[in-house]
């Protein structure tokens, strides 16, 4: 009954070219994913350290915080521990400074996201103040109502 407004004929050629054309575009996808697969075995994998799954990760974290990695270079530093020398010199140095650099931002960020927190905090207390007010005098608005509306007996 959908269908009915178009002739059967050109319906069976539609369909015919729309299979032709599947057949076509599915030979394509499948080239095409051969093709990515051929490229992907040509990558080689990563055998290297990953930084942030690595201990020496947090060992620098506590290195820089207690003023170990202040006093000396990162050449120096990446010699106290083993777990830093399975990083190159350049990779190693790069992650000191890095995260010299992130622990003296750290309290400038802080402050931001504090007055973030404050303002949102406030933005909710003054929200809950103001429900609060508004039920506190439907509430009394209901009682007086319904002293005004509720018939008193008199014996």
């Known amino acids: 009954a959908a ?16 299979q032709a054309l599947t057949k076509k575009h599915r ?6 994913e051969a093709d990515f697969q051929h490229d992907m075995k040509l990558i080689p994998e990563k055998t290297g350290l990953i930084w942030h799954k690595h201990p020496a990760k947090e060992l620098l ?20 521990r083993p777990e830093y020398k399975s990083f190159s010199k ?3 140095c790069k992650e000191v400074h890095h995260e010299k650099q992130r622990q003296r931002a750290k309290p400038f960020w802080q402050w931001f996201r504090n007055k973030e927190a404050r303002e949102m905090h406030e933005s909710h207390v003054n929200e809950l103040r ?3 007010i508004s039920d506190v005098e439907i509430n ?15 014996e």
């Open 3 to 18: 269908f009915s407004c178009y002739d059967f004929e050109s319906f069976q050629g539609y369909y015919k070219n729309m």
């Open 27 to 32: 030979k394509i996808v499948t080239q095409d």
């Open 61 to 80: 974290k506590e290195d820089v915080k207690r003023g170990v990695a202040l006093s000396m270079k990162p050449q120096e530093l990446r010699e106290t």
């Open 90 to 92: 350049t990779k190693f």
């Open 130 to 132: 103001r429900t609060w």
């Open 140 to 154: 009394q608005l209901s009682e007086v109502m319904e002293r005004i509306w509720t018939p008193t007996l008199e």
